[in-house]
């Protein structure tokens, strides 16, 4: 079973803390992406990763950054929290080739005060 | 991406069949039919996937119209853990193709 698994799944931070959330996945994906899903909007694409240090901007990019620095790994930095950070934020990742089936973490529920 | 549409939520009862429509009537020829679900307070989980047969698989079955302009997932018995938010997606195949996920469906199931 592919496995993706991020690091909380509460976090409470203060404004202008700098945020990172981990996602890690067993399957040898080449292809990671963050969401976040709020009320009313559905899933929306924050960043996404389909190699090693390679990363593409998704729907709604500002005030976020990403790394992936090993294949497993990708990272959400909120650089400066904001309280319209306050989000369910998902990591999903997917192999190559065809059909790219997303498979998604449990999800960080992140409360920015 | 091709736009679905769905009903706002269904119910049905525990060990019934759950049938779940969606309306694709724009979708192209290259464009699969994906369904996930979410469980509250959950990431979405994948279900199935098809281009124009029907698919089964271990947790339900994909049926597509022959026009390809609408789908059916089936749970064939529903059980109290399969309340949640069902998506019905539409989406291209290819690098990077993000999934667009609408309001969805709400099933519920009861006892």
């Known amino acids: 079973d592919v496995k993706v698994t991020q690091s909380s799944r509460y976090l409470v931070k203060r404004t202008g803390e700098k945020v990172f959330l981990e996602c890690v996945q067993d399957m040898d994906h080449e292809n990671m992406f963050w969401y976040r899903q709020d009320p009313g909007l559905g899933l929306r694409l924050i960043y996404f990763s389909y190699d090693v240090k390679m990363k593409e901007k998704g729907d709604i990019p500002e005030g976020y950054s990403v790394s992936r620095e090993k294949k497993e790994r990708f990272s959400l930095i909120l650089e400066s929290a904001s309280t319209n950070q306050t989000s369910m934020y998902l990591c999903?990742?997917?192999?190559?080739?065809?059909?790219?089936?997303?498979?998604f973490g449990p999800g960080t529920r992140l409360l920015v005060l | 991406d091709a736009k679905t549409t769905q009903p706002t939520s269904m119910d049905c009862a525990e060990g019934r069949a759950a049938n779940l429509p969606c309306n694709h009537s724009t979708i192209s020829g290259n464009e699969y039919v994906y369904w996930y679900r979410q469980i509250h307070s959950q990431g979405p989980q994948y279900i199935i996937h098809g281009l124009k047969n029907n698919e089964t698989n271990e947790m339900a079955s994909l049926i597509i119209t022959e026009d390809r302009k609408s789908s059916t997932l089936i749970l064939p018995h529903a059980t109290l853990r399969d309340t949640a938010v069902y998506y019905c997606i539409v989406r291209r195949t290819g690098a990077n193709s993000k999934l667009t996920f609408g309001k969805g469906i709400t099933l519920s199931v009861r006892p």
């Open positions: 999903a990742s997917s192999g190559t080739p065809v059909l790219e089936t997303q498979y």
